[in-house]
């Protein structure tokens, strides 16, 4: 729908804005919701679903909370902090010594 799409792209666009990378965004289809929700004079039973992964600095969350609950077309909001995988750095190959293995110990 237009509509989903320009939601998304102004709040893509405040994310860049304020620092932030957007890595990718995954739509997770219109369902309906857990509970009623009343936002904006408007009650709600169906919604579409969407994750944004992006990485930025995290002062910008309370920013963007703020940003997002003004927008009238979004009815939750929610950042989840993804942990940080670490990679462990690569020591090469251990080199072998063959002389100790061809030796029979007695």
């Not at 998304?8 to 990378?21: D, F, S, Y």
Request: net charge positive; hydrophobic share 35%.
């Amino acid at each position: 729908k237009p509509e989903t799409a320009a939601v998304l792209k102004r709040t893509v666009e405040a994310l860049m804005e304020r620092g932030a990378v957007v890595r990718n965004l995954e739509n997770l289809g219109e369902r309906s919701l857990p509970y009623k929700i009343s936002k904006h004079k408007e009650r709600h039973r169906r919604g579409g679903y969407f994750l944004i992964d992006l990485e930025g600095p995290p002062s910008i969350v309370s920013a963007m909370m703020d940003h997002l609950g003004r927008d009238i077309d979004i009815i939750r909001r929610g950042f989840i902090k993804h942990p940080v995988s670490k990679t462990e750095e690569c020591s090469g190959i251990i080199p072998v010594n063959y002389e100790d293995k061809l030796i029979s110990k007695k």
